[in-house]
């Protein structure tokens, strides 16, 4: 079946630590995102990518990087920079750019610091 | 920048009636995209309706209908016929066209809990 594979499900981290998340599909979507969410909030747009190869900064980029190199892949690591990493982060395709393309979510990431 | 808001952040229905939930939106973009997605607990998203700003008629998807006034940036949910299962959280979203094609931006949601 298509869909957005999102691992590991629950990861922990030390302080310090850099942590990669990974979020593979196989809608032959050209576009990826990342978001994270707080408890009992919206989401907010880390990165987003519309092509192979490329990517934009979303609203809170600091402290995470990305990087797009095949267009199945679009994995986002949380560096030491992110003073709060612990969150649920949900990735996310959409066929293109469009203003009618709705977006297709994994199942997300927990990630604890510990 | 685009802003979403939705000022319920918890709704109680009774099994099998109607719920209304709102959302208002805020662009200078003539060109943009509304959406409504549900989390159930388990945290996964899933699409649940689309309405294109140039869309003269109000989007339906079965139970669900998109109450779209323009003139007063509102994008209101109707879920007809409610069921246990709709409990869940709702959000509202915005699609952005030109230089950030693609970007969309969310609100906070509502909490949505169907009594039986």
């Known amino acids: 079946d298509g869909g957005i594979t999102q691992s590991p499900k629950y990861l922990f981290r030390k302080e310090g630590q850099n942590v990669t998340l990974s979020c593979e599909q196989n809608?032959?979507?050209?576009?990826m995102y990342w978001y994270r969410q707080d408890p009992g909030q919206g989401l907010r747009l880390i990165y987003y990518?519309?092509?192979?190869?490329?990517?934009q900064k979303g609203d809170i980029a600091e402290g995470y990087s990305v990087s797009r190199e095949k267009k199945e892949s679009f994995p986002l690591t949380v560096t030491s920079a992110q003073k709060n990493p612990t969150a649920f982060y949900l990735c996310?395709?959409?066929?293109?750019?469009?203003?009618?393309?709705?977006?297709?979510f994994g199942e997300g990431s927990r990630l604890t610091v510990l | 920048a685009q802003k979403i808001t939705q000022t319920q952040p918890g709704m109680f229905v009774q099994e099998k009636e109607a719920v209304t939930l709102d959302c208002t939106y805020d662009?200078?973009?003539?060109?943009?995209?509304l959406f409504w997605y549900k989390q159930p607990s388990s945290g996964e998203m899933i699409f649940l309706i689309y309405?294109?700003?140039?869309?003269?008629q109000n989007a339906t998807e079965g139970r669900y209908s998109l109450n779209f006034q323009k003139a007063r940036k509102s994008a209101n949910l109707v879920i007809s016929a409610s069921q246990l299962g709709d409990s869940a959280m709702y959000f509202c979203?915005?699609?952005?066209?030109?230089?950030?094609?693609?970007?969309?931006?969310f609100g906070d949601g509502t909490t949505l809990t169907v009594k039986p």
């Open positions: 809608l032959n979507h050209d576009a």
């Open positions: 662009t200078s973009d003539q060109s943009y995209g």
């Open positions: 309405q294109g700003s140039y869309d003269e």
């Open positions: 979203a915005m699609r952005e066209g030109g230089t950030n094609a693609g970007k969309s931006t």
């Open positions: 990518s519309q092509i192979v190869n490329d990517f």
């Open positions: 996310a395709s959409s066929i293109g750019t469009g203003l009618g393309g709705e977006l297709f």
